[in-house]
């Protein structure tokens, strides 16, 4: 089991981050909240979570422990794979989802890409005993997902690169338009790149 990874950051592209460990470049796949926490060049410690399948080895980084064991926990309910772990964690904080599993929220889980009513009432049921409250560190509110959480995703995924937050937020106002009832992040980033290439 690799519990964390430290390293200075070698890249860092829409999903991913590379770290060099000892001359090895290992990819971990990150949310874009964590992403953006990354720069170029920099040193950075990732707390990781190593899924090992039949043909692959992936190595998921987080931006701190607490991430880490709420991306481990709910892959322990029924239908919940490492990828939309990752995605519930790319919407909600970790004491958002605490929030929304512990209240019965069905609404709030459902705003992650890949969850429709049945798999969040069946996630609730699953882990509501098990989740634990929220923890709301520092006495800061709660955090859930906004009304329109992709905005915040493609916003901190372009910081992530390297491009300003002012840049960022015109980028994510240019691709605005192109939204439909369930926004594909990925889409939006790359249109966003897109928009400031030309810029």
Do not use: N
């Amino acid at each position: 089991m690799i519990a964390h990874v430290r390293g200075r950051v070698a890249a860092v592209t829409l999903s991913s981050a590379v770290l060099e460990v000892g001359g090895v470049g290992l990819e971990l796949m990150c949310t874009p909240g964590t992403l953006a926490g990354l720069r170029t060049g920099h040193e950075a410690t990732l707390p990781t979570s190593l899924v090992v399948r039949e043909d692959s080895l992936t190595l998921f980084g987080f931006a701190d422990d607490e991430e880490k064991t709420v991306f481990e926990l709910v892959q322990t309910a029924s239908g919940v794979g490492p990828k939309l772990a990752q995605a519930i964690l790319a919407v909600l904080s970790p004491d958002g989802v605490r929030a929304a599993i512990t209240s019965d929220d069905v609404k709030t889980l459902t705003k992650v890409p890949g969850i429709g009513q049945k798999g969040a009432q069946r996630i609730i049921l699953e882990l509501k005993d098990r989740i634990g409250a929220p923890v709301g560190r520092a006495g800061a509110a709660v955090a859930v997902a906004a009304a329109e959480p992709w905005r915040d995703q493609v916003a901190q995924g372009l910081m992530g690169l390297g491009y300003h937050p002012k840049d960022a937020d015109k980028a994510v106002e240019a691709v605005s338009g192109d939204v439909g009832d369930s926004p594909d992040v990925g889409l939006l980033l790359r249109a966003a790149l897109r928009t400031l290439s030309k810029a």
